[in-house]
Every structure is written in C-alpha cells, then in structure tokens.
C-alpha cells in the first residue's frame, strides 16, 4: 500500500517562500515509469495541478504557476518537496502530494495539508 503524507508549515507570510515536503511509503520515487504530482485546492475553487516529478528526476510545472514553483526530491528520504516563492494570501489552499496513474487519474492521495497565507 502506498501512503504519501505531507509536511511543512500551515502558516507562511506574504512573500515569503512556502515550502512542503512529501514522505512517500509503499513505492519508491523513482520506481520506474512513476510521477510524482503535488495539487492544491484553495477555499470553494477547484483542485490546480501545479507540477510533477518524474521518476528520472525530471521535472514539469504548471505554466501558471511556473516562474514561482520548484518541485525537487531526495531519493535517499524517499521524498520529494514543494517550494512556492513570493507568496500571496491567494495562495492559501489545501497542498496535497499524489501519485498519479499510468493510465490516468490519481492512484494515490496524501491526506493533505492547509496552508495559509497571512501576515
């Protein structure tokens, strides 16, 4: 069974950096022909994709949100992390990491966490 779990601050400032990290148990990151996604859902909107990383390492983002996302790993941890720069109080909304099928949709969700921004 594979469980994600997400861990970071819930309450960051505007401007400032937001930064979760997935721990990942039951499969490891860079299992062959795997991605591994981070989605966030602000209050009443719908869920956004906001980039992957591959098993390779690779990475690919969402081009909204490109110029402020980093999204890296450490195999060692078997973890892979969210970083999102200069942050704005639109930017509070429940963070999950997943693990998205081959064929499409979600395997595998992390229970998620809230993150809000405010000074």
């Known amino acids: 069974q594979v469980q994600l779990q997400e861990s970071g601050p819930g309450l960051v400032k505007p401007s400032q950096t937001l930064s979760l990290t997935c721990t990942v148990s039951?499969?490891?990151?860079?299992?062959?022909?795997?991605?591994w996604s981070w989605i966030r859902q602000p209050p009443g909107k719908e869920p956004e994709w906001m980039g992957v990383?591959?098993?390779?390492?690779?990475?690919h983002y969402s081009p909204s949100l490109k110029s402020r996302t980093t999204i890296s790993r450490d195999a060692s941890k078997n973890q892979f992390s969210l970083q999102l720069s200069s942050v704005t109080p639109e930017d509070t909304a429940v963070y999950y990491c997943?693990?998205?099928?081959?064929?499409?949709?979600?395997?595998?969700w992390g229970k998620g966490t809230l993150v809000t921004v405010s000074s």
């Open positions: 039951g499969d490891s990151i860079t299992s062959s022909g795997y991605t």
């Open positions: 990383i591959v098993f390779d390492g690779s990475t």
């Open positions: 997943v693990r998205p099928g081959v064929r499409g949709g979600i395997d595998y």
